[in-house]
T-cell receptor
Framework: AQSVTQLGSHVSVSEGALVLLRCNYS??????LFWYVQYPNQGLQLLLK??????LVKGINGFEAEFKKSETSFHLTKPSAHMSDAAEYFC???????????FGTGTQLKVEL | KAGVTQTPRYLIKTRGQQVTLSCSPI?????VSWYQQTPGQGLQFLFE???????NKGNFPGRFSGRQFSNSRSEMNVSTLELGDSALYLC???????????????FGPGTRLTVL
């Protein structure tokens, strides 16, 4: 079985500051890991994915994440936050095949001036 | 290329009624998955359909059912609605793929169901 844990249900940063959203995973098989973003009243948009290729994954909108097997982590970062980054972010995992995604509980990112 | 579309976007029902939600996948996509999103339980997988067959199922009661048509469009049905069924229901589509591989999923905007 697979699961992900997102540390911090709310994160607040200043515009221009580093964004760090934490995700730890648990998987009995090599996982595929994802970060999705959800804006109010919208569906989920894929930011980036790890599928066992490069451990440092670059995504859209300047986000990236690093897969660290030794720490079972897949934290999301962005060097400089922008007001438009304010949204809810979900880490997700699937493993063993198929399209069933298991999501974390989400982190609401607030960006302040 | 048009994205995943879901209809209706908003729905209000009363307890005991049943509801049908529709999802049209991206053209060429053959897999459709459904998720329920609530403030209390978060995002939970309901089921996945591929080539008109359910090939994966989450941990939901039998009141939740779905089907997929030959054009890959999918519907999900919830019978005997309960207050706790109030949620955002998201549909995601992806290309065909074996169960041993992952196919990127594209999400629709969701249907907001309110049960009174």
């Amino acid at each position: 079985a697979q699961s992900v844990t997102q540390l911090g249900s709310h994160v607040s940063v200043s515009e221009g500051a580093l964004v760090l959203l934490r995700c730890n995973y648990s998987s009995s098989v090599p996982p595929y890991l994802f970060w999705y973003v959800q804006y109010p009243n919208q569906g989920l948009q894929l930011l980036l994915k790890y599928t066992s290729a490069a451990t440092l994954v670059k995504g859209i909108n300047g986000f990236e994440a690093e897969f660290k097997k030794s720490e079972t982590s897949f934290h999301l970062t962005k060097p400089s936050a922008h007001m438009s980054d304010a949204a809810e972010y979900f880490c997700a995992v699937t493993g063993g095949g198929g399209n069933k995604l298991t999501f974390g509980t989400g982190t609401q990112l607030k960006v302040e001036l | 290329k048009a994205g995943v579309t879901q209809t209706p976007r908003y729905l209000i029902k009363t307890r005991g009624q049943q509801v049908t939600l529709s999802c049209s996948p991206i053209s060429g996509h053959r897999s459709v998955s459904w998720y329920q999103q609530t403030p209390g339980q978060g995002l939970q997988f309901l089921f996945e359909y591929f080539s008109e067959t359910q090939r994966n199922k989450g941990n939901f009661p039998g009141r939740f059912s779905g089907r997929q048509f030959s054009n890959s469009r999918s519907e999900m049905n919830v019978s005997t609605l309960e207050l706790g069924d109030s949620a955002l229901y998201l549909c995601a589509s992806s290309l065909a793929g074996a169960l041993t591989s992952y196919n990127e999923q594209f999400f629709g905007p969701g249907t907001r169901l309110t049960v009174l």
